[in-house]
C-alpha cells in the first residue's frame, strides 16, 4: 500500500501507524517493521507516535538511529512534557491543538526556549487536562468535541450516533480543567442549553429490523 501510494504520489509522507497491538508494540508498528517501513521509503517525513509511553520511547529511540530524519510527531499530549525533556519530540499530530492550543503552545516554546521553569508552571493543568480527555478510552474522541465546543469553537458537543452522548459530569469536568488551565469557556447557560439541544440531524433514529 504504501509503495503504490509512492509510486502514484511521490511527495513527502506523515505516517499514522496505528496496528493491533503486540509485544513492544501498544497502538502502532512495531519497532522493527517502523524502521523497515522508514528506510524503504525516504520520503517517509513524519512518523505519528500513536503508542503508549514505553513504546514511545523504544520506536522515537530506532527513529533517531535513522541515517535521514523522520520527525517524531508526538500525539499523546499528556506526556509531552516527559517526551521534550528526553529530546524525543520534533512535532505533534495530537488533537489537543483542538481544544487546548494557546498553553500547549506556550508549554512547548517555554521548553524550546530553555525556559523550565515557565514549562513547570503551565505543564500540570495541562497534564490533568489532557489526562482526563484520554482516561476514559470508550469516550475520548467524544471528549476531543466536548472540550472545543466549550471553548466556544463548534455549535454543539454532539457527535453522530452511535456514538455516545455527552454527559454533564464529564461536561463539567471538562469545564473546570479548562478554565484550570487559563481557558476561558462558554457561560453555564450555553452549557446547560447546548446539554439539552440535540441536533435534528444527529438525533438518534430506531433501527430498522432486518430483512430475513
Request: charged letters at 25%.
Amino acid at each position: 500500500m504504501i509503495q503504490e501510494i509512492d509510486d502514484e504520489v511521490g511527495l513527502p509522507m506523515v505516517a499514522h501507524p496505528t496496528a493491533p497491538s503486540a509485544a513492544g508494540s501498544s497502538g502502532g508498528f512495531s519497532l522493527e517493521s517502523t524502521l523497515k517501513v522508514c528506510r524503504a521509503f525516504p520520503n517517509i517525513v513524519g512518523w505519528t507516535m500513536t503508542y503508549k509511553y514505553e513504546d514511545y520511547l523504544r520506536v522515537a529511540d530506532g527513529l533517531r538511529s535513522l541515517d535521514h530524519h523522520v520527525a517524531i510527531l508526538g500525539a499523546s499530549s499528556g506526556y509531552f512534557h516527559d517526551y521534550l525533556a528526553n529530546d524525543l519530540f520534533d512535532g505533534t499530530a495530537t488533537e489537543g491543538w483542538n481544544y487546548a492550543l494557546e498553553p500547549m503552545v506556550d508549554h512547548i516554546q517555554a521548553w524550546r526556549s530553555g525556559n523550565l521553569g515557565e514549562a513547570n508552571r503551565v505543564w500540570p493543568a495541562l497534564k490533568k487536562l489532557h489526562g482526563y480527555v484520554h482516561r476514559d478510552k470508550t469516550h475520548h474522541h467524544l471528549r476531543y468535541k466536548i472540550a472545543a465546543w466549550l471553548r466556544g469553537l463548534i455549535p454543539s458537543p454532539y457527535m453522530r450516533p452511535p456514538m455516545p452522548s455527552p454527559q454533564r459530569d464529564e461536561t463539567i469536568m471538562l469545564r473546570d480543567l479548562l478554565k484550570n488551565a487559563g481557558l476561558k469557556v462558554i457561560s453555564d447557560k450555553e452549557i446547560d442549553e447546548g446539554l439539552r439541544n440535540v441536533p435534528r440531524d444527529l438525533q438518534k433514529k430506531p433501527l430498522k429490523a432486518m430483512a430475513s
